[in-house]
């Protein structure tokens, strides 16, 4: 009786199992800000066209890479797409952990896609990751404060430029702080920011050998000139802030300036969120006197299958479809111009109607002047902009801009951090093998 | 009137247990240890992952950052109990009274125990120790004092009063209980002897706790030297404040190192029995008298 029972659920089982596997369905891990989630807003429409069901795994930014960097080097396959960025898509693209991306079709028109970005998100002249959108930084300053001080905002500012105005527009009477940058221990918070600013000082993370070079006079003079012009018109407790505080920092009136992600520009210029979005200018990321790098880095949130799923054909159906033009025009028709996934293809940047934005143009050049393959002034073995393409880097760069956080909120001398960052760094590179 | 035969017979019937939980202790600490030994950098494939020795102890010791990881944990698990233990006894002392609303009044003390770790954490990082919408920050402004920055310049600190606030509930529980079982007599005769308030309470209701605070000592000790989401909700182990467990997470997924992890969690674990060592003397002691 029992028996006859338990046979009876274990048939219901395998048909239900099996009527599931026809109805494909695919998982999908993913990363939880705006552009993203507005994506899952149109799954229905995936669905519609093609009958493949979307199950979205939706995570914050580290724990997402932690996921999905496990699943793939325990070829755990629980994803059928993951969305990585410009850090991990050449490294996993090399050890053949990811399919190809060279034969979509001809109307996805591949070629379209911005030539940084497809170059950041290939190994070896194949692509691997298809890009959602990509972003650069920029500076984003109050114009009302900056008319105010007396001041005009070159196009291409550079440092020093930029310490002086911050110095003018603060009034900490109104609780107006002059700048607000990113200081948070995280190698994609104050760590990112800093590697590009460094950049720009001239700084380099690496050698040729793979030394580290945190005692070089570079690397000093970019955390002094950091930590200085953020005590003196910085918010308080900078040292912890990242790029959502910032932010709300910024549309709360609080920050005459703001150097940071391209894709901020959409949130501070929205009436709905900001209350400054009438005021808001855009100019290059700054750079050193005489040095010829800006400050500005280069990213990509982009789409990728990993190699070993089942579902490759349904997955590179999904990615086809939420990047393609398509996509964006379908966006563009519900939501209007300003809230399409930008930085992706070039075509965005040749419609008049999208370059009727106020922040278009500004996000095309900075993207335009960030150069992964020579991110510095001297030479350097890695690629990327505000990272180096090498597995060790996320692990090295967070602990690196945890000792510089301790430096911002004066637990230790820069001296003290900088002697930290380059001992812990050769530390780890030996560890590695380098 | 156990048998031979019966007593095999029970050994018979223990051994499932038996063998799933070795299983469950053995597997994963016999993992460790092996990948312990080994070079493994699941994100390099393409060099040679092999036997290395005693390399990765080495390595992990003689890091710049396994001292002050070893020091911050003690510091840590050494506030966060005595907080505790002190502040338990006394709210023992004052839920033992009776009061009205006695039973909603326990309801509450104890609740902070059943918010999750990374909840209380977010909420005290938010909604207290913000420096610029914490609710601190504000008291601070209004009396006309600038905020401070719990977060970054009092790390520690900060972290003790959050686990703290977590755990106090748990010690209170245990002692209040301990409380209830003191015989009255003893201490209404100790009143008629003439024995003051502070002299009951060291003489009498303190030798009574001991043994209910030893235990509260060993269990939270082992669950406080694994503390670490709230570490990695708040600091993320800046500003002074990584634990072992945290520099161990810190190699294992962050860096992608598992061998040098690993022999981070075999020196967790020789901490771990060190201390419990040393707690299970006293508490033997303590079981003894």
């Not at chain 1, 607000?180 to 590697?195: D, H, V, Y």
């Not at chain 1, 979005?277 to 789409?303: I, R, S, Y």
């Not at chain 1, 159906?317 to 293809?345: D, L």
């Not at chain 2, 060993?218 to 002074?240: N, P």
Request: net charge negative; charged share 15%.
């Amino acid at each position: 009786m029992y028996l006859k029972n338990a046979f009876r659920a274990a048939t219901a089982l395998t048909l239900i199992t099996a009527g599931a596997a026809q109805a494909e369905k695919i998982t999908v891990a993913t990363v939880n800000n705006g552009d993203m989630i507005r994506m899952q807003g149109y799954t229905a429409e995936f669905t519609k066209a093609t009958g493949i069901e979307v199950e979205w795994v939706t995570l914050e930014e580290n724990v997402l890479r932690e996921r999905v960097t496990t699943d793939i080097t325990t070829k755990g396959g629980q994803f059928d797409i993951m969305t990585i960025g410009m850090y991990e898509t050449p490294i996993w693209g090399k050890n053949g952990w990811l399919v190809p991306l060279n034969d979509l079709s001809a109307e996805y028109d591949a070629a379209d896609i911005l030539p940084a970005m497809a170059g950041g998100l290939s190994y070896d002249g194949t692509l691997y990751a298809a890009p959602f959108y990509g972003e650069s930084s920029m500076i984003m300053y109050r114009a009302d404060l900056m008319e105010k001080a007396g001041l005009t905002m070159p196009e291409s500012p550079t440092w020093e430029f930029i310490r002086e105005a911050a110095a003018k527009m603060t009034d900490r009477g109104a609780d107006v702080n002059g700048i607000c940058l990113r200081g948070k221990a995280g190698w994609g918070e104050g760590g990112a920011f800093i590697t590009a600013m460094a950049n720009s000082f001239g700084a380099r993370w690496f050698d040729m050998e793979w030394k580290a070079q945190f005692d070089t006079p570079q690397w000093a003079e970019t955390i002094n000139f950091f930590k200085g012009m953020m005590d003196a018109s910085g918010p308080q407790g900078y040292a912890t802030n990242g790029f959502n505080e910032n932010l709300s920092l910024f549309q709360q009136g609080k920050c005459g300036m703001w150097i940071d992600a391209t894709v901020a520009a959409s949130f501070v210029t929205n009436p709905k969120e900001s209350t400054v979005a009438d005021h808001v200018g855009f100019a290059l990321a700054p750079h050193k006197e005489g040095v010829e790098k800006n400050g500005n880095w280069l990213w990509a949130w982009a789409l990728a299958i990993p190699a070993g799923t089942q579902k490759a054909d349904a997955a590179k159906q999904f990615i086809e479809w939420a990047t393609s033009k398509g996509y964006i025009e379908q966006v563009a028709a519900k939501e209007g111009w300003a809230n399409v996934p930008p930085g992706a293809r070039s075509s965005l940047y040749e419609n008049p109607e999208y370059m009727k934005v106020p922040f278009a143009k500004m996000t095309l050049e900075s993207i335009l002047t960030a150069d992964p393959a020579h991110p510095t002034v001297e030479p350097v073995p890695y690629v990327g902009v505000q990272f180096a393409a090498i597995p060790e880097f996320a692990g090295i760069a967070t602990e690196v801009s945890q000792e510089f956080a301790a430096a911002y909120a004066g637990q230790q001398s820069v001296e003290e951090a900088l002697a930290k960052a380059q001992a812990l760094t050769t530390d780890a590179m030996e560890a590695a093998g380098y | 009137m156990a048998t031979q035969h019966s007593r095999s017979a029970a050994r018979l019937m223990m051994a499932p247990a038996v063998t799933l939980l070795l299983g469950w202790m053995l597997v994963p600490l016999v993992m460790t240890l092996y990948f312990s030994f080994r070079k493994y950098l699941p994100l390099r494939p393409e060099i040679a992952q092999d036997w290395v020795g005693f390399d990765n102890y080495i390595r992990f010791v003689t890091s710049d950052a396994f001292w002050p990881a070893v020091q911050v944990t003690l510091i840590i698990v050494g506030g966060v109990l005595a907080i505790t233990l002190i502040l338990g006894v006394g709210l023992a002392l004052i839920l033992d009274q009776p009061m009205w609303g006695q039973g909603a009044v326990r309801v509450l003390v104890i609740a902070p125990f059943f918010v999750m770790p990374t909840v209380s954490a977010l909420l005290w990082k938010n909604m207290f120790m913000d420096p610029v919408n914490g609710f601190f920050a504000h008291v601070l402004r209004a009396l006309g004092l600038a905020p401070i920055e719990f977060l970054s310049q009092h790390s520690l600190g900060s972290i003790i009063t959050i686990v703290s606030w977590e755990w106090l509930p748990f010690a209170t529980l245990i002692l209040l209980t301990a409380i209830q079982s003191l015989d009255q007599e003893q201490l209404e005769a100790a009143e008629m002897d003439g024995a003051r308030w502070p002299s009951r309470f060291v003489h009498i209701i303190l030798p009574h706790l001991g043994r209910a605070m030893t235990v509260v000592l060993l269990i939270q000790t082992i669950f406080l030297l694994g503390i670490f989401a709230e570490i990695f909700v708040t600091t993320q182990g800046s500003f002074g404040s990584k634990t072992l467990t945290y520099l161990i997470y810190q190699r294992v997924l962050e860096s992608q190192n598992v061998g040098l992890g690993s022999a981070g969690g075999v020196y967790a674990i020789i901490l771990a029995n060190i201390v419990a060592m040393f707690l299970m003397r006293i508490v033997g002691k303590n079981l003894d008298a």
